[in-house]
């Protein structure tokens, strides 16, 4: 009977070891409270949420689909958040601290599920953004999901700061200094939040569009919020604000339909005149029947003027596209059946030269 007081003395002992201040026999029940409800929450996933999956399936809708995919992480974490508050409360600590996690745990799952609906429901965000036109879709239908996601992080960071008691407005306004630096932060924030809103309202730029605008030159990746991702030609990724599109003059390439050849041809002045004006002629038809150069834009080809070492004509016209790859073929074609002519009618070009004239020998005495 004695071995067993003994024996029970020690278990005592033993449980009302203090770990941090806290009894083990606690700390004990509270990791036992919290794998429970673990257990429970992988119970409920492949009960109920499997049941449910089922019955989804069945349907001719997608929605239920995306509200199940959505909403199943946030629901069965609530059993996670039950767990761990239950866990503190068994520990010691306060009711009304459990409750205030609790209750944390409760927004960050709500505002979570709401953050996977808009992920869910993108398709249908860029099928409602066509109405603003089929063109700007991607954009417009881009700028919804980011500004939905954005207000969803901002209204969940807002509320659970409230359910600590923590006054936002009052926060930022006792930050003094650092009040006026946010204040100067939102001000940019929201002259490139319009500046974005105004690209989007004036069609100006659209993704995959070549674009010029101050020293950027670049294909458009990605219209933001707050920024426009320009990929450059050398492969170098540039973030622009908003308001640089806005507030500077936007060159862009891809809403032209043509692009112009310009150029000199200078030929020998051994050229004749009845050689020039026969190639001068045949330039100008090869050029209306080219199928590469745009009959509605302006043809030029003129002998322009006596340059020093050659007789120059002047070749202005337009391809009939924007693209640099065909323009360059169509250009390559132009220049080669340009040769063609100049070798056909017995001329050749001129490459800066000079002549020396010497009119009387000097005379060499031995």
Known sequence: MEALLELI????????????????YKLTLSVVIFLFFVFL????VLIVIGFIRKLTQRTATQIDDLLLEALKRPVSYVFIAIGISLSLYVVGVEEGVVLKVLKTFLIVGLFWASYNLIIGFEPYIYRFAEKFGKEFAREVGS?????????????????ILQEWGINVSTLIASLGIGGLAVALAAKDTAANLFGGLTILADKSLGIGDWVKVGGVEGIVEDIGMRTTKVRTFEKS?????????????????????????????????????????????DIRRMLHEHPGIAKDQLIMVYFERFNDSSLDIFVYCFTNTANW??????????????????EKNGSSFAFPSRSVYVEKMPEFKE
């Open 143 to 159: 700028f919804l999901v980011k500004l939905a996601k954005a207000f969803v992080i901002v209204v969940g960071a807002v509320a």
């Open 9 to 24: 003395r020690g278990i005592e002992k033993h449980i009302n070891y203090v770990v941090l201040g806290v009894p083990l």
């Open 41 to 44: 929450r992988k119970l409920f």
């Open 237 to 281: 990724l540039i973030t622009v604000p908003n308001q640089v599109f806005a507030t500077n003059p936007v060159e862009n390439f891809s809403r032209r339909g043509v692009r112009r050849i310009k150029m000199y041809l200078g030929l020998t002045y051994e050229t004749t005149s009845q050689q020039m004006r026969s190639i001068l002629e």
């Open 325 to 342: 790859a065909k323009y360059l073929e169509i250009r390559e074609d132009v220049n080669l059946k340009i040769m063609e002519i100049v």
